[in-house]
C-alpha cells in the first residue's frame, strides 16, 4: 500500500536520504487508520465489534503493533511505518491477530515462561484461524517454512532453518500450550528462539525510530529474526485486580459480540468450529451451578405463622408475632427422552444431587409427556442413583401444560434437556432451561428465560 506512495520504503534504511526519511516519517504522521476501520465493519462484524472496546493509539516506540492492558484498560498500539507497509487485506488480518490474543487471554492470565516461546507458540495457534493470504510472509504459521533470506550469517542460518523445518511439521488448529510444548521438547529449536530475544546485530533494514534516525546496526528491533510479527511486550506488567477487572471487560465484550453475530447470522470468516468454540467461552464465564443455586433461591416463597413465641414489633404482647419461614419451591423436569442417552442422565443426576444439598425441589421425568407418576419429592441434603423411567420422542408443551395447572404450587421450574424440540412458547412463571454439553435450544430463547450450559466436568465432581 505505502509502495505505491513513496520510494522510499524500497530501500534499505542507509540507502534512503534525509529528505526522503522526512517525507517517510510525514506520511507516517498523516496516516490514518480508519478507512481499515471500515473496511474490517464491511468484512469482519465480530472483530469489528470488539474492537470498538479497544483503544487504537499510533505510536512509533513500537516497532510493530501490539495488544496491551493499562490501567485495565486494552490499548493496541501500532507502528504507522510497519502498518502503512502492508496491504489492506493482511491489515485486515493484523487486526484480526491482535484481537485473537485478547479473546483468548494470552496477554492477562495464560502468560508462560520462557516468554519468548510463549510468544511464538501463541502466534502460531492464533494463526492458525486466520487466512494464509491475510498474514504477512514474516508471520508465524504452523505448515509453513520461515521466511529466511533476511539472515546473512551461515551459522545463524544454520540454526534458523532447523526452526523452519519445526514450524513447517506441525500441524493447524492446535492450543497454545499444545505449541508451547512441541517448541520446548526440541531443545536446540529452543535454544535459538530465545536467543533471538536479545536481537542482535541488525541487518541494517529496520525502520527509522521516533527520531527519525537509522538504526545504528546494533539494535534489538528485532526485524531480523525470521516470525518477527507483534509486539507482545508489557504483557506482564500489570497488577492482579487490573488483570481480574481486564477479563471481566474482554468477557463481556466477547458476549456481547457473540451474541450479536448470533442474532444477525453475519459472522465473518470465523469458521463454524471457532464460533462454537467462542460460545462455550462465553458459557465457561458463567458458573452453571450457581446459578441453579440462584435460581432456587430466587425462587422463593414465604411462609407466615402466627405464634405467641415471638414479639408483635406494633402491638408487643397484645397481638401474637409472626414466624416466617422460607422454601425453595421450584419444580424440575428432566428430559428422558430418546435423544439424551443414559450418560446424560447420569449427568443430570450428578447435578441434582450437587442442588439437593442446598435445597428442596421436585423432579419430573419427562419426553413426550409429563412422568407425574414416577415423580421424586427430592429432600434438602438427599442423594440418589440415577433412575430412567421414559425413552419416548421429546416435546417441551406438556411441560408448560403441566406447569399452568400448578401455578399455586411451584414459583419457578427448570428443564433439564439436550434442547431438540420445538419452541413450546413464553412462559407464565421463571423458567431456567440447563442445556447438555455440546448441545444447544433449537430455537431462541424467550425473554424471562435463563439458559446455561452444563460441563462434562460435572459428572466427575458429582
Known amino acids: 500500500m505505502a509502495k505505491a506512495q513513496t520510494t ?57 503493533a501490539g495488544v496491551t492492558v493499562r490501567d485495565a484498560e486494552f490499548m493496541m498500539l501500532w507502528n504507522p511505518i510497519f502498518v502503512m507497509e502492508l ?16 479473546i483468548f487471554k494470552h496477554c492477562t492470565n495464560r502468560k508462560q515462561d520462557p516468554h519468548m516461546l510463549w510468544n511464538w507458540a501463541t502466534d502460531l495457534a492464533i494463526n492458525s484461524l486466520i487466512s494464509e493470504r491475510e498474514l504477512p510472509e514474516e508471520g508465524l504459521r504452523p505448515g509453513r517454512a520461515l521466511k529466511l533470506d533476511k539472515i ?53 533494514n529496520c525502520k527509522p525510530g521516533g527520531d527519525g534516525k537509522p538504526c545504528d546496526g546494533n539494535c534489538t528491533c528485532g526485524q531480523g529474526t525470521p516470525g518477527h510479527g507483534d509486539d507482545h511486550e508489557g504483557w506482564g506488567d500489570i497488577s492482579d485486580e487490573e488483570r481480574q477487572i481486564a477479563e471481566g471487560k474482554i468477557k463481556q465484550a466477547l458476549s456481547e459480540a457473540v451474541k450479536r453475530c448470533d442474532r444477525t447470522g453475519q459472522w465473518g470468516s470465523v469458521s463454524s468450529s471457532t464460533r462454537e468454540t467462542l460460545r462455550r467461552m462465553i458459557n465457561d464465564a458463567i458458573d452453571w451451578k450457581r446459578v441453579l443455586q440462584n435460581f432456587c433461591g430466587m425462587s422463593q416463597r414465604a411462609n407466615k405463622s402466627r405464634t405467641h413465641k415471638r414479639v408483635n414489633r406494633k402491638y408487643p404482647y397484645i397481638h401474637p408475632g409472626v414466624r416466617r419461614g422460607h422454601s425453595a419451591s421450584v419444580a424440575i423436569y428432566m428430559d428422558q427422552s430418546g435423544s439424551v442417552g443414559n450418560d446424560e442422565v447420569e449427568l443430570f443426576f450428578g447435578a441434582l444431587n450437587q442442588l439437593g444439598r442446598i435445597t428442596k425441589f421436585t423432579l419430573y421425568p419427562f419426553d413426550w409427556t409429563v412422568d407425574e407418576k414416577n415423580s421424586i419429592e ?22 408448560e401444560e403441566h406447569v399452568k395447572k400448578n401455578l399455586q404450587t411451584f414459583d419457578g421450574h427448570i428443564i ?21 454439553p455440546d448441545c444447544k435450544l433449537l430455537f431462541k430463547p424467550h425473554r424471562n428465560d435463563i439458559v446455561v450450559q452444563m460441563d462434562r466436568h460435572q459428572k466427575k465432581n458429582s
Open 152 to 204: 546473512a550469517d551461515p551459522e545463524q542460518l544454520e540454526k534458523w532453518k532447523k526452526v523452519s523445518d519445526l514450524i513447517k511439521s506441525l500441524p493447524l488448529g492446535k492450543a497454545s500450550e499444545w505449541y508451547m510444548l512441541k517448541l520446548q521438547q526440541d531443545k536446540e529449536a529452543s535454544k535459538t528462539i530465545q536467543g533471538s530475544e536479545k536481537g542482535g546485530k541488525c541487518n541494517g
Open 378 to 399: 427430592w429432600r434438602k441434603g438427599q442423594s440418589l442413583p440415577p433412575v430412567r423411567t421414559r425413552s419416548g420422542g421429546t416435546s417441551f408443551h406438556p411441560i
Open 416 to 436: 433439564l434437556t439436550d434442547g431438540e424440540a420445538a419452541d413450546p412458547g413464553p412462559s407464565r412463571q421463571r423458567r431456567c432451561w440447563v442445556i447438555l
Open 8 to 64: 522510499a520504503t524500497d530501500l534499505p534504511v542507509e540507502e534512503r536520504s534525509k529528505e526522503e526519511l522526512e517525507k517517510l516519517l510525514g506520511e507516517a504522521e498523516e496516516y490514518d487508520l480508519s478507512p481499515h476501520l471500515v473496511n474490517l465493519l464491511l468484512h469482519e462484524p465480530f472483530f469489528s465489534t470488539l474492537l470498538r472496546k479497544v483503544t487504537k493509539v499510533k505510536s512509533m516506540a513500537i516497532s510493530t
Open 87 to 102: 496491504e489492506s487485506m493482511k491489515i485486515r488480518g493484523l487486526l484480526k491477530h491482535e484481537l485473537y490474543h485478547l
